[in-house]
């Protein structure tokens, strides 16, 4: 794999510390970038240029300030659609939830699994899928 940045969106610290960890095991040359909440992000996405340099967000779905639906809905408004695929990873597996988040043009939502082992192995899938096999834009 090539240098990718991602956003990583997530405002607990200890998961932001073991998914920025599992990022990097899986490709060191990952440039991964810890957002707090969706407030943050969004900030960081109204001065970022070029967006383009970004390959992919993986934000929380239950944050501070801003949730991640709450983030998707400020997105929608915008006429220039983020040009990165957007994963929601949450502990949630409400139906309306995981809905309104496709909805609002997430790109995927990924359930964070309860085991160390799986949530790894959902890290590993979603750069795998979104980095390595699916071609973006």
């Not at 990022?23 to 969706?38: P, T």
């Not at 240029?49 to 997105?75: F, N, R």
Request: glycine letters at 2%; proline letters at 5%.
């Amino acid at each position: 794999m090539s240098t990718h940045r991602i956003l990583l969106i997530e405002d607990d610290a200890t998961e932001a510390r073991l998914a920025r960890h599992t990022l990097l095991k899986i490709d060191a040359s990952l440039e991964v970038i810890h957002l707090h909440d969706g407030a943050d992000f969004l900030e960081y996405y109204c001065d970022s240029h070029p967006l383009e340099a970004i390959s992919l967000a993986i934000m929380d779905l239950h944050m501070p300030q801003l949730s991640g639906l709450e983030v998707l809905e400020k997105l929608q408004r915008e006429e220039d659609h983020p040009p990165f695929p957007i994963i929601l990873f949450s502990s949630s597996q409400d139906p309306q939830e995981i809905r309104r988040a496709y909805d609002l043009g997430g790109s995927a939502f990924v359930t964070k699994p309860d085991s160390l082992s799986d949530y790894r192995e959902a890290v590993r899938n979603i750069i795998n899928f979104w980095i390595a096999t699916n071609r973006l834009r």
